[in-house]
């Protein structure tokens, strides 16, 4: 016997024994029952007429999702009409612009080196984000050398992670 036929037999027995249990199982189980579904229903108070002056007894609901009944802000007039709306937008903690690179001279791929006016103190972690796709990558700034041509100088690997190594030097903007 192949397995072939073997597996289509035990495939039709299970359909078949499908096929007539799930019927019966209907058919016996279709008898008189006597449980009923019994929904408590919780009487609540409604408490916007009961706070009304002059109100004697607070409303009794039988509704059990309660009484939703509308609410409205009263209108102030400390705020003149014609004034514009002021949005407060924090600002992010050193955010500078520049323009990133990366250099094979780098070992480490979560080292990074920024240019002294830039003003990164040494040994902190800095995310670099690409301007132009949004894609952010994190190194730390522990290569002393000399004055790099960009502002800062990723491994190929972690530039990798921001853009495409073609399109090097990238605009980004670093925080710290």
Known sequence: MTPDYAQRRRLAVAAAITAIAVPALFLFDSGDDTEQLVIPVVASVVADEANQPGA??????DDPMGDTSAAFLQQSDTVPVNDPATIAIPRLPDVIEGKATFSR??????SCQVAGPVGAPLGVAITITNRDNSRSVRCINDIVAPEPDFQVVLHPDAFAQIGDLTDAPVPVTFSW
Request: avoid cysteine; charge should be negative.
């Open 105 to 110: 001279d780098i070992v480490a791929v979560t």
């Open 56 to 61: 004697t007894s607070p409303q009794v609901v």
